[in-house]
Structure formats: structure tokens, C-alpha cells
């Protein structure tokens, strides 16, 4: 069988091991030191907030978000409803509910009139919202400009979850530092990554400055271990932070590694009927294109679907995936709340992602070609 080729895979830049050599040599093997400095340093520097808290996943730092916005049992906060279950799981955690808004059509992310909707809906039974959570799916941003005055019009702050979305803009302005906070992850399949990892961004040092206190077990300044309030162990390694001092050196050329993985198929995709493509709906909106998504139109491609191509790959040993589904549509989430737009129920039954990493050769974009030219018949 031929190699995998992986939808998308770590891409490492060249002095990851320079880094994490440092960290070995000076015998810095544990959480926080310099190199968890440095990684801080250049996320805050590269999209252009006062600080950044490095922490041990995306979903950490989504946890810690609500607590630094107050959110307790008993509360609601909205999330788009078309998103991975990260993106929800920390509501639960602290005994909240999440409240699920859909999708419009043109970024895939939050409504921004659903979203209207559910806050008079929610405000209307007794619980305004503590917190909007918007996804910037695949690296699209959502419509940041529009959700933002709606927020502010009703004095409700954004967690802005940027995980899939480092080195994506709207209005030159960096998706993540849109709202009160914002999240990233640097997991393995994301466009840089520390094996695991995320981190928390703000104009805010006040609260970056709580996320990393809370992040270290809550441990107050004492000379004994004395703690006042619930901490957790979120805080990154010194290890992994040194992995991703090496990937920020390479960011922006992985951006535009994977912005031409998706012209690539745009140029042999894109005239076939049946196909459509995620795309930047304006000229302001830049995404890095972290995953190529498609959405498959049986009706127009004579009968094919979705599945029929993800098999198709699957079968030359070719990684392909659905569309995220929905929240609404997981059975731990479908008690939940939730206002529709019928957008993202009909683009998890009809759309795939496609191979996207930076790293794959001509070879594998060859292999890729010449599967899909077969299932597709041109």
C-alpha cells in the first residue's frame, strides 16, 4: 500500500530542535521558563495583542475565558452550533448551558441574525447570555463586524475562537483579537503546532495575567502552597513551547503553503459542476485556508456524493473528511437549545474536506489528482 497522505499533518520549520535542545541543555524540563517567554512574546507580537497566556490546549484556554468572564452554573452562553465539541465542552464544565446558534451561507460561521434572534429569544425567557462564542471555520472568518455590534449593542462579551484561524484577518485585523479574548490551538493537525497546545490572547493584561495564575493551580504568592480559589494545571511545557518557537519562525510561510494547496484545487476542481468551494466572501476577508472544504451537490455531479469521493480516497490510502457536525446534531448536545438556519445540517451532509497540509509533495498532489479525475470523470 502507498504511503498516507494525511489531511493534515505537523510541518515542522527547521529549529524546533534548536529550541528544545536549549530547553534540555539548561535542564529547563518543566512547565513555564524561557521558552514558554518567547512563544508568549511572538503570538502577542504576530497578531497584535498586549499579551498571550501559552496553555496546554485550545480547549484550556476556552475553559479559562469563561471563568475570567464569570460564567457559573446555572448561566447560558451562545456558541455556533457548527463547530467541533471543543468549542462547547467547557460550557458544560462549569455547569452552564450552551446555547446553539447556526450558520449563514457565506462564511459557513455564526448567524449574525440568528444570533439577534436567540439573544431577544434568551432575554425574553429570563437569561440574558454571558458570553458569544463565534468559530472561524477552517480559517474563514465569521462576519466579526456585524456579530460585534451585536454584542456590543447588548453588552455581551466575545470569546473568539480562533483555533482553526492563526494568520486569517478581516479588515487586516488578526481573527483572535476580535473579542474580549480570544482562543488558538496548536494541536497536531493545526497550521503550526506544539503537539499539543493553545494559548489565550487579549488587549486585557489583566485577565491574561488571571488566566496564567489560575492556569498554575491557583497557587497563591506565599512561601508555602497555599491556594484561595480552584486552580487548574493548564500552564504549556517548556518542551512543547520550544517546538513552537521554531513554527512561528515559519507561520506566514505556511499560510501561504496552504492558501496554495486550495488554489490547486480551485484550479482543478473549480469548473466542475456540482463542486463549490469555501470562499472569502469580500475582499477584506483573508483566511489561511487551514482545511480545503468542498461542498458536493449530488443533483449536479449525476448522482455523486460526498461520501463516494471520501471513499474513493480513502481507498488509495488518502485521508478526506466530513464536514464538522453540527452540535445540534450530536446526541449530547441535541437537548440544548438551538436556532436554525438549515445551513450547517445541509453542509455536514455535503461537504468534505479535503487533504490540505503544507508539507504534502508533488507526488501526493499527483496521487490526490489523479483519484479525484477518476471519480469525477474528467
Known sequence: ???????SSP????????????????????????NVNEFERSIANYIDVKQASALSSGTAALHLALILLGVKAGDEVI????????????????????????????TWNLCPLALRHAIDDRI?????????????????????????????FYDIPIIEDAAEALGSTLDGKKMGTWGALGILSFNGN????????????????????????????SRDDAPHYQHSEIGYNYRMSNIVAGIGRGQMEVLNERVLQRRKVNSWYRNLLGD???????????????????????VVNPKETGGL??????????????????????????????????YSTGVSKLLFENGLCLPSGSNMSENDMQRIKRTLKQILRF
Not at 466542475?272 to 468542498?294: A, C, D, Q, V
Request: avoid cysteine.
Open 190 to 217: 493545526k497550521i503550526i503546532t506544539t503537539s499539543g497546545g493553545g494559548a489565550l490572547v487579549s488587549n486585557n493584561g489583566i485577565l491574561i495575567e488571571k488566566s496564567r495564575f489560575l492556569a498554575s493551580q
Open 1 to 7: 500500500m502507498q504511503d498516507k497522505i494525511w489531511l
Open 79 to 106: 456558541v455556533q452550533s457548527f463547530t467541533f465539541s471543543a468549542s462547547v465542552n467547557p460550557i458544560l464544565y462549569l455547569g452552564a448551558t450552551p446555547i446553539l446558534v447556526d450558520s449563514e451561507e457565506e
Open 124 to 152: 425574553s425567557k429570563g437569561k440574558k447570555p454571558k458570553a458569544i462564542i463565534p468559530v472561524h471555520l477552517y480559517g474563514m472568518p465569521a462576519k466579526m463586524e456585524e456579530i460585534k455590534k451585536i454584542a456590543d
Open 272 to 294: 466542475r459542476k456540482g463542486i463549490s468551494f469555501h470562499n472569502e466572501p469580500m475582499k477584506n476577508y483573508y483566511s489561511n485556508y487551514w482545511l480545503t472544504s468542498i
Open 11 to 34: 510541518h515542522m520549520g527547521g529549529n524546533e530542535m534548536t529550541y528544545v535542545q536549549e530547553a534540555y541543555d539548561t535542564n529547563w524540563i518543566a512547565p513555564l521558563g524561557h
Open 305 to 338: 456524493t460526498n461520501t463516494d469521493i471520501r471513499l474513493a480516497l480513502d481507498k488509495e490510502n488518502i485521508e478526506s473528511r466530513p464536514l464538522w457536525k453540527p452540535m445540534h446534531l450530536q446526541p449530547i448536545f441535541s437537548k440544548y437549545p438551538f
